[in-house]
């Protein structure tokens, strides 16, 4: 294989992807199948942040308030609630 040439293929880059995908399909492209993934997503997390809001309002009164010590045990105990919730 002595004096082979190797060509190179240089992949375009996500702007140049992006650009052509608004070109061909538009704008509305991007956003396709978003839907189903809130409706996926969005009561899981509803349910985190309610269980995190709660656990933080009660854990503020028996340590120093909105210290690190209630921001990781209502994240903790907020996962746990959504994970046994399913």
């Known amino acids: 294989m002595a004096g082979a040439s190797v060509n190179r293929v240089v992949s375009p880059g996500p702007l140049h992807c992006l650009k052509v995908i608004l070109e061909k399909e538009g704008p509305r492209s991007l956003f396709r199948g978003l839907g189903p993934n809130l409706v996926g ?34 994240a903790a105990m907020a996962e746990h609630k959504k994970l046994n919730t399913k």
């Open 41 to 74: 997503v969005a009561p899981s997390r509803a349910i985190y942040f309610a269980a995190y809001s709660n656990c933080k309002e009660k854990l503020n009164g028996i340590f120093d308030p909105d210290s690190t010590q209630v921001h990781m045990i209502s």
